[in-house]
């Protein structure tokens, strides 16, 4: 009697082990299985992408082996080549640095551009030339992205202000009809000049590009700007597009007024 009751109760205390062994080892289970669940991951909506910064324009480097301080211009021989013809075009508006007098033996570090195959760059010994140059051991001077905004708003409301106009004065549908066009011009200009100055092909002038601005085609001037980010920096170039635009304005308003007095 004494063995029976002895066995059964070490099965009982055994039973009572086990259930709190298996209740820890779900515990712990629980725990790994916590430990193990993947971070959530953000989605994006179908068609779109993530931002991946531009990568930086590339830098070369080299040494000055020709320079004149009378046409303030010169010639760097890039790093790792010998032939005489391997040079690339140096102008002095081109250094960040504008105090120190270039000399032949300064090492630099320079970004490339391709010049455009015309006329005026036949005398020249090479069609490379260099942008955003520095001394070595000088911090390269990095243009703000973005620091002039096209006025973009400002050729929609024009545009929108000759429909307007047009609606109650007949002879103001021309006006824009002829600015349509020439936007769309304009626009192709400025899309093939970029892609021109890319590959190195013959490029439309600069004063081209301002012609047909002038003549009305000024929005889509802007547009091109914006979108292709084309003679955004150029300081010269804008303010005398930005005369331009206030010129077509003014010469535009007058117009509109006089055929409204004229019309009555």
């Known amino acids: 009697m004494v063995c029976f009751v002895s066995v ?3 099965r009982k205390v055994r039973s ?13 289970r629980a725990c790994e299985s916590k430990r193990r669940v993947k971070p959530k991951t953000k989605h994006l909506p179908p068609g779109t992408f993530p931002r991946v910064p531009a990568a930086a324009p590339r830098r070369y480097q080299g040494e000055i082996v020709e320079w004149s301080d009378e046409k ?17 075009f140096l102008s002095a508006k081109s250094l960040s640095n504008r105090t120190r007098k270039p000399a032949v033996g300064d090492v630099v570090t320079y970004e490339t551009v391709i010049l455009e195959n015309s006329a005026k760059n036949r005398h020249l010994r090479t069609r490379v030339r260099a942008e955003n140059a520095s001394f070595l051991g000088e911090t390269p001077h990095s243009p703000r992205p973005g620091k002039y905004n096209p006025p973009t708003p400002l ?20 006006i824009l009809a002829a600015s349509l066009t020439l936007s769309v011009l304009s626009l192709v200009e400025y899309a ?23 003549l009305g085609g000024w929005p889509g001037a802007a547009v091109a700007q914006s979108l ?10 804008q303010r ?3 005369v331009i635009v206030a010129v077509n304005i003014a010469a535009t308003l007058g117009v ?7 019309q009555r």
């Not at 009572?16 to 712990?28: I, P």
């Not at 409301?157 to 549908?173: G, N």
């Not at 509109?256 to 004229?262: A, D, K, Q, R």
Request: proline share 2%; net charge positive; aromatic share 12%.
């Open 192 to 214: 093939y000049d970029k892609s021109a100055a890319q590959q190195g092909r013959r490029r439309i002038s600069e004063s081209g590009l301002q012609f047909t601005a002038l």
């Open 256 to 262: 509109i007024g006089l055929l409204f007095v004229t």
């Open 8 to 10: 059964s109760v070490s």
């Open 240 to 242: 005398t597009y930005l």
């Open 155 to 174: 050729a929609a409301a024009y545009l929108i202000l000759l429909l307007a106009a047009s609606i109650f004065i007949r002879e103001a549908i021309w």
């Open 16 to 28: 009572a082990t086990n259930r709190v062994y298996f209740r820890r080892g779900a515990g712990l």
């Open 228 to 237: 292709l980010r084309h003679k955004t920096q150029k300081s010269e170039f």
């Open 72 to 88: 303030r211009c010169g010639f760097i021989r890039p790093r790792g080549t010998t032939a005489p013809d391997q040079v690339v």
